[in-house]
């Protein structure tokens, strides 16, 4: 962010970054479309419920944070966005998590590259994606973390969950970050072609993973094919990793996303109670 010293930099980007804030508020991201009747909506009655400000290196980002509004030293979930950013389903997702007793929070990283809540399809996202360093998404993480546990949250018990795009990012994070405890992927990719920018993948990372992974994966994923999730079941297990995979046969990528025609209720709601029972196991549980 620009130096209050330079006002015209300075109110641009506080500018830039209310309207970016003020789209993701709106609703789902335009290229996210159409919206499913199957659409959940969980309320947010009882809980700390809406957007923040992270401090983030040169910047401070929004972040979407939900957590009960009674009690304190609730455990840390970082929610990872899926590719259409942190539209209304990644702050459902907070709100759920938050309903379990949690800080859910789940952090705009993309602010540097721009807003795609507006853009009208994914070919038109992919461009912005492919700018996003997994360096600058690694450190944005670790400050809201960071800002997490400045407001009370109890990050010894810290746990991540990702979906699509984020799903990648919880492997990456669970090589990276020593202080997880954690981390559930939901059908991130796991292999593919080193960029400067994205210069390592989950499968690279398999012996080198500090926290255990779930990854949560479908059975009839266009885009990750199942000979890819074989791969990475048999890095884990050359690795001795606790890690493991679980495929939802039948499923398509997005069974998690109510919103979307590719949503299936019954791998959703099993995937969702895997990541229950894998947070409880490895210390990431809120108290009874």
């Given at each position: 962010?620009?130096?209050?010293?330079?006002?015209?930099?300075?109110?641009?980007?506080?500018?830039?970054?209310?309207?970016?804030?003020?789209?993701?508020?709106?609703?789902?991201?335009?290229?996210?479309?159409?919206?499913?009747?199957?659409?959940?909506?969980?309320?947010?009655?009882?809980?700390?419920?809406?957007?923040?400000?992270?401090?983030?290196?040169?910047?401070?980002?929004?972040?979407?944070?939900?957590?009960?509004?009674?009690?304190?030293?609730?455990?840390?979930?970082?929610?990872?966005?899926?590719?259409?950013?942190?539209?209304?389903?990644?702050?459902?997702?907070?709100?759920?998590?938050?309903?379990?007793?949690?800080?859910?929070?789940?952090?705009?990283?993309?602010?540097?590259?721009?807003?795609?809540?507006?853009?009208?399809?994914?070919?038109?996202?992919?461009?912005?994606?492919?700018?996003?360093?997994?360096?600058?998404?690694?450190?944005?993480?670790?400050?809201?973390?960071?800002?997490?546990?400045?407001?009370?949250?109890?990050?010894?018990?810290?746990?991540?969950?990702?979906?699509?795009?984020?799903?990648?990012?919880?492997?990456?994070?669970?090589?990276?970050?020593?202080?997880?405890?954690?981390?559930?992927?939901?059908?991130?990719?796991?292999?593919?072609?080193?960029?400067?920018?994205?210069?390592?993948?989950?499968?690279?990372?398999?012996?080198?993973?500090?926290?255990?992974?779930?990854?949560?994966?479908?059975?009839?994923?266009?885009?990750?094919?199942?000979?890819?999730?074989?791969?990475?079941?048999?890095?884990?297990?050359?690795?001795?990793?606790?890690?493991?995979?679980?495929?939802?046969?039948?499923?398509?990528?997005?069974?998690?996303a109510d919103y979307r025609p590719t949503f299936r209720a019954e791998a959703a709601a099993a995937g969702w109670q895997r990541l229950q029972a894998w947070f409880k196991a490895h210390g990431v549980a809120p108290a009874v």
């Amino acid at each position: 962010m620009g130096s209050p010293v330079n006002g015209s930099g300075f109110t641009f980007n506080l500018r830039r970054r209310q309207v970016l804030v003020a789209g993701l508020a709106t609703g789902f991201a335009v290229a996210a479309g159409p919206i499913t009747a199957a659409t959940i909506t969980t309320p947010a009655h009882g809980l700390l419920a809406g957007f923040v400000s992270v401090p983030a290196g040169d910047r401070s980002i929004p972040a979407y944070r939900a957590q009960p509004a009674k009690g304190q030293r609730h455990p840390v979930v970082l929610v990872v966005q899926e590719i259409f950013g942190v539209h209304a389903h990644i702050q459902d997702v907070c709100r759920r998590l938050a309903r379990l007793g949690y800080v859910a929070i789940a952090p705009s990283l993309y602010e540097r590259q721009g807003d795609v809540s507006q853009l009208p399809d994914i070919p038109s996202i992919l461009p912005v994606v492919a700018q996003v360093p997994d360096a600058q998404v690694l450190a944005d993480l670790d400050a809201t973390v960071a800002w997490a546990e400045g407001q009370g949250g109890d990050t010894s018990r810290l746990g991540i969950t990702g979906f699509c795009w984020g799903g990648r990012i919880t492997w990456l994070y669970a090589a990276h970050n020593p202080r997880l405890k954690a981390g559930v992927a939901w059908y991130g990719r796991l292999v593919g072609t080193a960029t400067p920018l994205q210069p390592r993948f989950p499968i690279d990372l398999a012996a080198e993973l500090k926290a255990p992974v779930l990854g949560l994966y479908a059975g009839d994923d266009d885009g990750i094919p199942l000979d890819s999730v074989q791969r990475m079941q048999a890095a884990l297990k050359a690795a001795g990793s606790p890690s493991r995979i679980e495929v939802f046969p039948g499923a398509p990528h997005g069974f998690h996303a109510d919103y979307r025609p590719t949503f299936r209720a019954e791998a959703a709601a099993a995937g969702w109670q895997r990541l229950q029972a894998w947070f409880k196991a490895h210390g990431v549980a809120p108290a009874v």
